[in-house]
């Protein structure tokens, strides 16, 4: 048996995730991945991107620290490889090359920026094909705090797949307009049917944290009646009340509204009746593009 250690790191538009793995080899057996450490960091540099149009220096420096840590972490968990990818914040921040230059010198951290694109091909590259079933379409949809990305499955394969500028931060800072929900809508009546068979997929942080608050196992699906009832509920609650009536982090109390209004209107306009959430995400496919490449 040889066991190697894999890192993913993912920069997000809220959070950033440091994913460590056990890639596990065995003679005459499939390679296995367990998750050996998650840590995440709410440094939230989609606040600076999306509404200054830049990273500010603190956000810059919240950034630096972290990836200081990481790699750190990384020396003691005896990391073999990683790969840091960074999405909609530093995507769309104009002075994003200049900040990915800086941690670089600073923290010896290499960071891809990645698009759209390349984000929805590294999530399929993940365990999704375990859950997906030949005789039904199902709606993946990836939701981050500056961008969600929709892919379709049809038949196991991947049919399409596309970004949209909406996510929990950009949403709270008042910076997505009907335009935007217009042509999330459009993009899933084109390729979904209303006589589909759909089901959706969720990922993300909110998604994985509803999952939780529900009770249910962890193959057993969300209903839409309950992710619905549910957003009623929170919606009733003040931030305050949030936190220390249902112990949500700060920076997940503010942004699991706008989450779940993204869930509910990918499954409304496709007319899923079910959310499975396998809590997988752009971190896990990382390590299985290190790994297989």
């Not at 990391?79 to 010198?105: D, H, Q």
């Not at 094909?129 to 705090?145: F, H, Q, S």
């Not at 998604?207 to 529900?214: A, D, E, G, V, Y």
């Amino acid at each position: 048996m040889i066991i190697r250690k894999f890192a993913a790191i993912d920069i997000g538009s809220n959070a950033i995730r440091l994913l460590v793995t056990n890639v596990i080899e065995q003679a005459d057996k499939p390679t296995t991945f367990k998750k050996s450490e998650i840590i995440r960091v709410p440094v939230r540099l989609g606040e600076d991107a999306f509404t200054k149009g830049e990273i500010s220096e603190g956000g810059l420096q919240r950034l630096i620290k972290t990836m200081k840590s990481f790699n750190l972490l990384m020396q003691v968990y005896g990391v073999e490889k990683y790969m840091s990818c960074a999405t909609s914040a530093l995507r769309e921040a104009k002075n994003g090359e200049i900040v990915v230059e800086r941690v670089n010198k600073e923290t010896g951290i290499k960071i891809e920026i990645i698009d759209g694109k390349r984000e929805a091909s590294i999530i399929a590259s993940t365990d999704l094909k375990e859950l997906i079933k030949k005789d039904r379409l199902y709606l993946y949809v990836d939701v981050g705090g500056g961008s969600t990305e929709f892919t379709i499955f049809e038949k196991g394969n991947v049919l399409v797949s596309k970004s949209f500028k909406i996510g929990t931060v950009r949403i709270l800072n008042g910076l997505v307009g009907d335009a935007a929900w217009d042509e999330v809508h459009e993009w899933i009546k084109k390729y979904i049917s209303r006589d589909s068979k759909v089901e959706i997929i969720g990922s993300g942080g909110n998604i994985n944290k509803l999952h939780k608050m529900s009770g249910r196992k962890i193959n057993q699906p969300l209903s839409y009646i309950w992710l619905n009832a549910q957003y009623l509920f929170l919606n009733s609650m003040d931030y305050e009340d949030r936190i220390s009536e249902l112990g949500l982090n700060q920076d997940r109390a503010d942004v699991i509204i706008p989450a779940t209004k993204i869930f509910l209107s990918a499954a409304k306009w496709s007319g899923a009746k079910k959310i499975h959430v396998p809590k997988i995400g752009l971190a896990d496919g990382m390590i299985k593009t290190l790994y297989y490449e």
